[in-house]
């Protein structure tokens, strides 16, 4: 009896589901089928009750792979014990990351952690689509704002300003905002989630004596699913956006945008590294969180030294 076979049938127990079990383990359908019935056949008994649209645990498969998870569970626990003991970091990284944060920063960054552990390996799926972590067969995420599913764990990685920004020369052909009134003859452009269009923007004002919040919804002027041409139309001067400071960060620095009207403020938001399960959470994805928080503190730090984002967004 083969050990990966074996872990193949926990996954299709696991997912109830053949196919998507190959899905995650990316291999034929028919590999993780054949990975079944050797299983099976080892046994001398049916693990799992089939029907033409439903797969379920029989009464042998419910006696018997939970003591199964129980020994793999200890087996990859002696392993990574090992590991810790020999500073060993190696394996391969299944990271999801946002279209903009991801080209622009993320994986920079991982390619550098790679450079200094040779011995892992990285698959990126970067997109500003909801993922699923085992659908799409990940290990971990970095996503704005904490985990809103209690299954899923999560180490918060930094405090994120969002700025209002436009570039120099969208300023100098339409004039500069002072008043979030002002937006309201402005273009705006804006991300899209699906069918919902994110183009209400919303400001607070703290000034003793004028503390008032606003609800603004400029004219759209271009929207689309993908942060990072909201941020590359934003830098060409086609129109207003409101973006993480991390995702525009490079371009603040450089000069290509401005950040507008620093009396109203945005809701912030916070960048997080999150995992399905403990088990994900190896040696390597715990170097990686602390490599991610001292990038993005830097980077803040720098934003900070220029008077575009306050210090306090540095403390925890």
Same mark, same amino acid.
């Not at 034929?28 to 439903?54: C, W």
């Not at 269009?197 to 008032?212: I, Q």
């Not at 990686?288 to 928080?293: A, Q, T, V, Y």
């Given at each position: 009896?083969?050990?990966?076979?074996?872990?193949?049938? $926990? =996954?299709?127990?696991?997912?109830?589901s053949?196919?998507?079990a190959?899905?995650h383990?990316?291999?034929?359908?028919?590999?993780?089928?054949a990975?079944? =019935?050797?299983?099976?056949?080892?046994?001398?008994v049916?693990?799992?009750?089939?029907?033409?649209?439903?797969?379920? $645990?029989?009464?042998?498969?419910?006696?018997?792979?939970?003591?199964?998870?129980?020994?793999?569970?200890?087996?990859?626990?002696?392993k990574?014990?090992? &590991?810790?003991?020999?500073?060993?970091i #190696?394996?391969?990284?299944?990271?999801?990351?946002?279209?903009?944060l991801?080209?622009?920063?993320?994986?920079?960054?991982?390619?550098?952690?790679?450079e200094?552990?040779?011995?892992?390996?990285?698959?990126?799926?970067? #997109?500003?689509?909801?993922?699923?972590?085992y659908?799409?067969?990940?290990?971990?995420?970095?996503r704005?704002?904490?985990?809103?599913?209690s299954?899923l %764990?999560?180490?918060?990685?930094?405090?994120?300003?969002? $700025?209002?920004?436009?570039?120099?020369?969208?300023?100098?052909?339409?004039?500069?905002?002072?008043?979030?009134?002002?937006?309201?003859? &402005?273009q705006?452009?804006?991300?899209?989630?699906?069918?919902? $269009?994110?183009?209400?923007?919303?400001f #607070?004002?703290? =000034?003793?004596?004028?503390?008032?919040? %606003?609800?603004?919804?400029?004219?759209? %002027?271009?929207?689309?699913?993908?942060?990072?041409? +909201?941020?590359?139309?934003? +830098?060409?001067? =086609?129109?207003?956006?409101?973006?993480? #400071?991390?995702?525009i960060?490079?371009?603040?620095?450089?000069?290509?945008?401005?950040?507008?009207m620093?009396?109203?403020?945005?809701?912030?938001?916070?960048?997080?590294?999150i995992?399905?399960?403990?088990?994900?959470?190896?040696?390597?994805?715990?170097l990686?969180?602390?490599?991610?928080?001292?990038?993005?503190?830097?980077?803040?730090?720098?934003?900070?030294?220029?008077?575009?984002?306050?210090?306090?967004?540095?403390?925890?």
């Amino acid at each position: 009896m083969q050990l990966e076979d074996l872990r193949v049938v $926990l =996954k299709v127990a696991e997912f109830r589901s053949i196919t998507a079990a190959a899905t995650h383990l990316d291999m034929q359908m028919a590999t993780a089928s054949a990975a079944v =019935k050797r299983i099976e056949a080892a046994l001398g008994v049916e693990l799992f009750v089939r029907t033409t649209r439903h797969l379920r $645990l029989s009464s042998a498969g419910e006696r018997y792979l939970p003591q199964c998870i129980a020994a793999m569970s200890m087996l990859d626990q002696a392993k990574q014990t090992i &590991h810790n003991d020999l500073d060993i970091i #190696s394996g391969e990284i299944r990271l999801a990351v946002s279209s903009d944060l991801g080209r622009n920063i993320a994986i920079p960054w991982v390619d550098d952690f790679m450079e200094q552990y040779p011995q892992v390996t990285l698959r990126a799926h970067v #997109s500003d689509s909801n993922i699923d972590f085992y659908r799409d067969a990940l290990d971990i995420a970095l996503r704005y704002g904490a985990p809103a599913d209690s299954n899923l %764990y999560g180490f918060k990685i930094c405090n994120v300003p969002r $700025l209002l920004v436009a570039s120099p020369s969208y300023l100098e052909l339409h004039g500069t905002p002072e008043h979030p009134k002002d937006l309201l003859n &402005h273009q705006g452009l804006f991300y899209q989630l699906q069918n919902i $269009l994110n183009d209400t923007w919303h400001f #607070s004002c703290e =000034k003793p004596g004028a503390e008032r919040s %606003y609800k603004i919804k400029p004219k759209a %002027y271009c929207a689309a699913n993908d942060g990072d041409l +909201v941020r590359r139309w934003c +830098v060409a001067g =086609k129109g207003l956006a409101i973006k993480s #400071s991390l995702d525009i960060a490079n371009d603040l620095l450089a000069g290509h945008v401005v950040s507008l009207m620093p009396d109203y403020k945005i809701p912030q938001g916070e960048l997080w590294l999150i995992s399905p399960s403990r088990q994900s959470i190896t040696p390597t994805v715990r170097l990686l969180r602390d490599m991610f928080r001292e990038r993005t503190k830097a980077l803040l730090t720098q934003l900070v030294e220029q008077g575009i984002i306050e210090k306090s967004v540095l403390i925890d």
